[in-house]
């Protein structure tokens, strides 16, 4: 339970603030419009519809102003390394960025489809009135002003042949509503699991749709369809009293206080909402525009086993963290697309690197553009480095790493950073253990961090720290034939698929048992799990680490970390 709350708690208080605030604010505008004086002519035509598509027009802009904050990742590594001396705890909600970007995202999503709705009904219901000849309150209403050219009237739907389709396509709400509305569509469907992991080139491009969004957002309130009742007008006109005799309006009639009641629109507001982080996101375009056209050099370019792409590069003034990411683009592949991988160098090193495993058309492109083109290189564009929950390894007295495939690269990182600081008898390394996961499907993927992973053995044996790193190598597809020969050579020195001292295993690791035996071995520790990987692996890691922390504060502690970009 300890567990729990230290990693859920303080999520769950952000998203409550913000559900509240969504609340708060639809609650209030709702009641605003429903009961503000100023609409009262305008409920008249509309009832309640009017309420409902104002309160969700407000949710929009308040969600809309949220939705680009978590994407801008300058802002976020600017406010992690802020954030440096801060509780843990606090630095960790920094990782659940997507996962608040996506949330703000259903709800623009479901106030867009109530506010949709509701201004569907508002336009049948001005066309029910328009069309109304009976002398009722509604008729009379449309009627008002609609031959003057003050711009004083209530119903956009000034004739009997307007249709509410016709001023759906030849308004400014109506026509940039449907241009809203349509990217909206776009982008939350190309956002599906299933679509970004298999196409994530439809994903990236119609991703950038959000600046027609945006573009739309601000001007769609500009014409003001809705009205309500002017503050000089209500001066002249308390519609609560002059409603009951609506056909002695005007001039002529002997009441001050019941002149013809004039209207004007509700100024446009989303602007106000968006101007901030619309700024901040253009300032953020621009600085990886800048750093993306800084000159980076390959030195090295390998291809290892199972298809994976090894490029190490120098760029002036690069400087990284462990665990950290950077986005590359290679033009001659793409000029347009930008593509994350996790940093496998150290920050001791003279140079970073990736490693870039071939899953999907831009990545195999990459590789065979690479294999294509020797002895040159193409160019290679790098924006970044961005901090990751990996950042915060050396935090802990206690490691659990778990890597899954390709998802081993910012342990990479890790690791060498470890042999780097044992090298250099670095006294300020908190850590004293590190339990090492890796699952791999086939052994050719052990291939390119053999080399790093026997430095480390050795380097460790001759410091006489060979207790520092636990690592268990799980292959998780294998056929009897490579079982045999293992089982056969059990007794060597070296393991017959990696060559390494660490025998390797079959299948996948006993989380509970794995778990079990840390909380054991170090009882009053606390203990980062770091997990870049799939889904499932995520939710049973951050299943053990909730069911084997204590509830006492002085004993054992997991906190849980996953890599997210």
Partial sequence: MGNWVVNHWFPAVVIAAWLGLNVFLFVYYFLLFDRDKKFYYTRVLLGSALAWARASAKCLNFNSMLILLPVCRNLL?????????????????????????????????????????????????????????????????????????????????????????????????????????????????????????????????THHLFIIYFAGLVIHGIAGLVRGQTAESLNKHNPEHCVQDPTHWGRNNTDSHCEEPEFGSIPAESWKWVLTPILLYVFERFLRFWRSRQRVVVTKAVVHPSKVLELQMHKKGFSMEVGQYIFINCPSVSRLEWHPFTLTSAPEEDFFSVHIRAAGDWTENLIDTFQQQKPKTPRIEVDGPFGTASEDVFQYEVAM?????????????????????????????????????????????????????????????????????????????????????????????????????????????????????????????????????????AKSLQNCCHQYSSLDPRKVKFYFNKENF
């Fill in 77 to 205: 590594s600017f406010l992690r390394g802020t954030c440096s001396c801060c509780r843990r705890t606090m630095r960790k909600q920094l990782d659940h960025n997507l996962t608040f970007h996506k949330l703000v995202a259903y709800a623009i999503a479901l106030f867009t489809a109530v506010h949709i709705i509701a201004h569907l009904c508002n336009f049948e219901w001005y066309n029910d009135s328009q069309q109304a000849a009976d002398g009722s309150l509604s008729s009379i209403l449309s009627n008002l002003h609609q031959d003057e050219e003050s711009n004083k009237w209530l119903n956009p739907i000034h004739t009997n042949s307007t249709t509410p389709a016709y001023v759906t396509f030849t308004t400014i709400p109506g026509l940039t509503g449907v241009i809203i509305t349509v990217a909206l569509i776009l982008m939350v469907t190309s956002s599906m699991e299933f679509i970004r992991r298999s196409y994530f080139e439809v994903f990236w491009y």
């Fill in 401 to 537: 790493l778990v890597g899954a495939g390709i998802g081993v690269t910012p342990f990479a990182s890790v690791l060498k950073s470890v042999w780097y600081k044992f090298q250099h008898a670095d006294q300020r390394l908190k850590t004293k253990k590190i339990y090492f996961y890796w699952l791999c499907r086939d052994t050719g993927a052990f291939a390119w961090f053999n080399d790093l992973l026997a430095s480390l053995e050795q380097e460790m044996e001759e410091s006489g720290k060979t207790g520092f790193l636990n690592y268990r190598l799980f292959l998780t597809g294998w056929d009897n034939s490579i079982a045999g020969q293992a089982a056969f050579n059990f007794d060597n020195d070296t393991d017959v698929v990696t060559g390494l001292k660490q025998k390797t295993s079959f299948g996948r690791p006993m989380w509970s048992n794995e778990f079990s035996a840390v909380a054991t071995a170090h009882p009053r520790s606390v203990v980062g799990v770091f997990l870049c990987g799939p889904q499932a692996l």
